[in-house]
């Protein structure tokens, strides 16, 4: 809390928002394109990255939930969604190129990309060979093992005993320099070290720890024993070294994507599922962080030096509630009491006691107390099983616009077992109306009525006419059990009446 914190007093403020993001793309091989040479360096600089329309990026194919080809083809991941991102403010398209941890360096050096979106550790070597842009992760090493041999310290390697590592990653490097004496087994790919670490050729695997959490998260009997190992480090985009005008221009989107909150919504669309709501804030960086503000003066210096005098700090995003049934509720009295002592460590200390805080608790107040009840009114069964609903994302934008979890319960049915996974679509013409995708869900019939949760903040405040759609009623449910409406659904006239500027107009509206 400490240097998010700070972060804000050197002026480094989040701001709330979401963007969508389009995780498409088709794997390719790099095209060859005319590049710029620099020494013995091969690269293309951002007018020959527009003049050409493609853009190449390196990603991993086999890393999910980071970088991964789905089973349609497409490239996936908390990297793929920031590189479409990149492709769109470019005005280009994306060529993808599978990459391997041990060949991301070499690709720059020899122009086969012109970025480096996988996973990619920032480090003093690494920053030879390479340019690194402002960070968008942190990271840390970490050990995963299996339950009945747990590793939960280095020392706990017996003699002879194999570590599995990836050619060309921080893990590699880490152990040996710092532990030569334990032998380690390495492999080039992910998915060559996942299976012999499964066939117990390793009595423990290293790697970054979001890699190895997610790993322990997803595959049964395995811990994470070790889950920081080392320092702590951060991932960045990385392109050839000396490409300076397309390095520039990254470490501007990724300032302006901070002041977005562009990187939560990336977490939330792509890693939420496997992560979980609680390493949201550990893991995701936004707006480079504390590297950014790195060059600027602090709070601190600017009001004594400048005679800057700072009235307030805004917290911005607030405090979230729990979307899912496994997470628990944020106590705001301790999440309260936390930042009143970093505000005496740093702002008090600094003769900064008057700075008042800011912060939008309008989700932590109303988002859990709102909910959106919608009637099921089709069903469609093909590649997959879609469940059509009268309400969409005019009712409710967030799924639509990033992806983002809304629990849905089947009423009448909540002791049901899943029939099955399902998409419960809205019915406007965009593909992206959606409450849920592959969602575990009880048999829905024709009539079912669906309650979607925690809709406080963000339904019908957000609500909208597109494809004509008129706003639904909302209802209040009393203490006592009953029932009152509070705001009707909206009518045509309702929809019409801002056309009574002219005769025409009004005459239509009254026919």
Known sequence: MKRRLLSFVTGIALTLGALTGCAAGTPAAAGSGQGTQASDKIYRTLDEIKESGTINIGVFSDKNPFGYVDENGAYQGYDVYFAERIGKDLGVK??????????????????????????????DERAEKVDFALPY??????????????????????????????????????????????????????????????????????????????????????????????????????????????????????????????????????????????????????GGGDAAASTGSSSEAAATELDIRIAFINLSGGVGIDYTPEERANDIFAIG???????????????????????????????????????????????????????????????????????????????????????????????????????ELPAVENGDLLYIHDTGAHGHAMGYNYNGRLRSAELLLKEDGSVQEIRRAETLDDYFVTFDTTEYATALITE
Not at 107 to 123: H, M, Q, S
Not at 139 to 146: C, D, E, F, K
Not at 187 to 211: I, L, Q, R
Not at 233 to 257: F, H, M, Q, R, Y
């Open 337 to 439: 009491e936390g930042v009143r002592q970093v505000y005496d460590e740093i702002l008090t200390a600094a003769g900064m006691g008057n700075v008042a805080i800011y912060t939008e608790m309008g989700r932590f107040m109303l988002g859990p107390f709102g909910s959106l009840v919608t009637r099921a009114i089709h069903k469609k069964h093909i590649y997959k099983e879609y469940i059509g609903v009268d309400a969409c994302a005019a009712n409710l934008m967030r799924p639509a616009m990033y992806g983002a979890y809304h629990h849905i319960t089947v009423l009448g049915k909540e002791n049901e077992p899943a029939a099955g996974k399902f998409d419960v679509v809205g019915s406007l013409c965009e593909n992206n109306d959606k409450f849920a995708v592959d969602r």
């Open 94 to 123: 994306i060529n993808y190129v599978s990459t391997e941890a041990a060949s991301r360096v070499e690709y720059l050096e020899t122009g086969k990309v012109d970025i480096v979106l996988a996973n990619f550790t920032v480090t």
């Open 137 to 286: 992760m942190n990271v840390a090493l970490g050990v995963v093992s299996h339950e009945d041999h747990v590793i939960e310290s280095l020392d706990d390697i017996a003699e002879g005993e194999q570590v599995i590592v990836i050619s060309g990653t921080t893990a590699e490097t880490y152990l040996e320099k710092n532990n030569p004496e334990i032998k380690l087994q390495k492999f080039d790919t992910y998915a060559t070290a996942k299976t012999s670490f499964e066939n117990g050729t390793g009595v423990a695997w290293a790697n970054d720890n979001t890699e190895v959490i997610a790993y322990s998260l997803e595959n049964e009997g395995y811990v994470v024993g070790i889950p920081s190992l080392g320092s702590q480090d951060t991932i960045a985009p990385a392109v050839s070294k000396g490409n300076t005008t397309l390095l520039d221009w990254l470490n501007d989107e990724i300032k302006a994507l901070g002041e977005e909150n562009f990187f939560h919504a990336d977490y939330e669309a792509t890693l939420i599922d496997t992560y979980g709501k609680d390493y949201e804030e550990t893991l995701v960086v936004e």
